[in-house]
């Protein structure tokens, strides 16, 4: 019998792929968001009594080769690991060791990965003891507990009985109330808040973070996995929220941050409420926020402006309107377009948010949405590649509606992993970086990256520090982050 510590959890946030590729890969110099779910668990878990440590090892590539020594000196019972789609078999490669070191630890893994395919990952690999599905704070706390003992009684997890038979104990009936959690442990961040970067030229000021103040969506579009919190929608409220800024900025020295919700202003009169806090009792900060237009006006976009808000993303996906009625509800590229001038004339800047090569895409399509774009006055887009993940609704008859190559390891909206019928993944890929270069290539494009020099000189620094990936990468295209 292994001598564990079961008052202690190991929280891992993977790579997702060798650390020997971390240094070439520009999506890492884009953007590294902390991994704000194992935050909050850690957070839970410390509040309850038991001692928690987060192994990041994306932020971190190096934090790999920590593994063992973590393990031999927590000899912790219970190890969480937090995955995507992408980054599941290298949290099983990490998993497996941990029960070569500690035979007798529990495992434990979550993430909409997890939620969306349930029973299939215990079956997937034997070292994988529990699979939490949905919201993971509570549950973790409750598994912590249990100290070897079957997790009968315990809502949201998967698990083997004793005979091997895998148990499915559902989805917890208790959902939690997001102004009850504390605040999400940040300091057990390595480097935090330094070692985390926004997207380059998508804030003013640094040191920067993200937030999240709700959880789910109430839409249901085609390519969205909602597995893990459903159609449920729940929100802090604007009190809890500007408290959250605060301890952000007084703990840490934030300057600003990037609500990392789905909807923030799905819940209007909350968001008026936290515009007045933060008119009323400055903080000094700024934010970013993404909306659906059927959510925002003038009105609230001034209110917004003069909180604080610096940047505002719409999900686009698509600028042919007859493919994306197949895809999401309210497909009004009008209003939508209306919505991006009335952001630009309340002075905060826009990006759109794009996806290439949807079922139905054609090249017209792709035309046609690249002919929207480029009408309107966006500072900034990110375009990614379709990818059909588990648990979203498309993934159900994806094999029905073109060419699907499941490589989980690739299925980062980084590759072309879904070809749609009618085109190739040659054609997919010379569109994807045309549709990049010809925004580049736009005047008012370049002025509005220039100005960022005072705007957002950390951006700049960044940029110059990384240029040469920048620009291998512009010619290669091999990965993109935003």
């Given amino acids: 019998m292994t001598n564990?510590?079961?008052?202690?959890?190991?929280?891992?946030?993977?790579?997702?792929?060798?650390?020997?590729?971390?240094?070439?890969?520009?999506?890492?110099?884009?953007?590294?968001?902390?991994?704000?779910?194992?935050?909050?668990?850690?957070?839970?878990?410390?509040?309850?009594?038991?001692?928690?440590?987060?192994?990041?090892?994306?932020?971190?590539?190096d934090a790999d080769s920590r593994l063992h020594e973590l393990l031999r000196a927590q000899r912790?019972?219970?190890v969480g690991f937090s995955c995507t789609t992408a980054s599941f078999h290298d949290s099983v490669r990490l998993a497996e060791r941990v029960k070569k070191e500690l035979p007798e630890a529990r495992v434990a893994f979550g993430g909409p990965h997890v939620s969306a395919l349930q029973e299939k990952v215990l079956e997937f690999s034997p070292v994988i003891d529990y699979a939490v599905i949905g919201e993971g704070e509570q549950t973790m706390v409750e598994l912590a507990g249990l100290a070897g003992e079957q997790p009968r009684e315990v809502g949201g997890v998967v698990w083997r009985d004793d005979d091997g038979t895998i148990v499915n104990n559902g989805y917890r009936g208790d959902a939690l109330i997001l102004d009850e959690l504390p605040f999400p442990a940040y300091e057990k961040l390595t480097g935090y808040p330094d070692a985390?970067?926004?997207?380059?030229?998508?804030?003013?000021?640094?040191?920067?973070?993200?937030?999240?103040?709700?959880?789910?969506?109430?839409?249901?579009?085609?390519?969205?996995?909602?597995?893990?919190?459903r159609r449920s929608f729940r929100f802090n409220s604007a009190e809890y929220l500007y408290e959250h800024l605060k301890y952000l900025k007084e703990r840490f020295g934030i300057r600003h941050i990037n609500f990392y919700d789905d909807q923030f202003t799905f819940q209007r009169s909350r968001v008026e409420q936290f515009c007045?806090?933060?008119?009323?009792?400055?903080?000094?900060?700024?934010?970013?926020?993404?909306?659906?237009?059927?959510?925002?006006?003038?009105?609230?976009l001034q209110m917004m402006k003069a909180a604080g808000c610096w940047m505002v993303s719409l999900g686009i996906e698509s600028g042919d309107e007859q493919l994306l009625s197949q895809h999401r509800q309210n497909a009004n590229l009008d209003l939508l377009a209306e919505t991006i001038r009335t952001i630009k004339a309340c002075g905060i800047r826009t990006k759109g948010l794009l996806m290439m090569g949807l079922p139905g895409e054609s090249q017209d399509s792709i035309r046609r949405s690249m002919d929207y774009v480029y009408s309107l006055p966006i500072d900034d887009f990110n375009l990614a590649k379709f990818?059909?993940?588990?648990?979203?609704?498309?993934?159900?008859?994806?094999?029905?509606?073109?060419?699907?190559?499941?490589?989980?390891?690739?299925?980062?909206?980084?590759?072309?992993?879904?070809?749609?019928?009618?085109?190739?993944?040659?054609?997919?890929?010379?569109?994807?970086?045309?549709?990049?270069?010809?925004?580049?290539?736009?005047?008012?494009?370049?002025?509005?990256y220039l100005s960022m020099l005072w705007k957002s000189p950390d951006s700049w620094y960044r940029f110059i520090g990384s240029a040469g990936q920048f620009l291998r990468f512009a010619v290669s295209n091999k990965r993109y982050g935003s």
């Avoid at 020997?20 to 410390?46: F, Q, T, V, Y």
């Fill in 196 to 229: 985390y970067k926004l997207p380059i030229f998508n804030y003013p000021k640094a040191p920067n973070s993200s937030c999240i103040s709700s959880r789910g969506c109430p839409y249901s579009c085609s390519y969205c996995d909602r597995s893990v919190f």
């Fill in 387 to 448: 990818t059909p993940f588990p648990g979203s609704p498309i993934y159900e008859t994806i094999h029905e509606l073109g060419i699907f190559d499941e490589d989980w390891p690739k299925m980062d909206c980084m590759h072309f992993q879904f070809v749609p019928h009618g085109m190739e993944k040659e054609q997919l890929e010379k569109l994807f970086i045309e549709f990049y270069k010809n925004h580049f290539k736009r005047n008012r494009v370049l002025f509005g």
């Fill in 76 to 78: 912790s019972g219970l």
């Fill in 4 to 61: 564990l510590n079961d008052n202690h959890v190991l929280l891992v946030h993977p790579l997702g792929y060798l650390a020997d590729a971390a240094a070439a890969d520009i999506s890492r110099k884009a953007n590294i968001m902390p991994p704000l779910g194992l935050a909050s668990i850690a957070a839970c878990l410390d509040a309850a009594g038991f001692k928690s440590h987060i192994l990041d090892c994306y932020a971190h590539p």
């Fill in 276 to 300: 007045r806090l933060m008119i009323d009792q400055p903080l000094g900060m700024t934010y970013n926020c993404a909306v659906r237009a059927e959510h925002v006006d003038k009105e609230l």
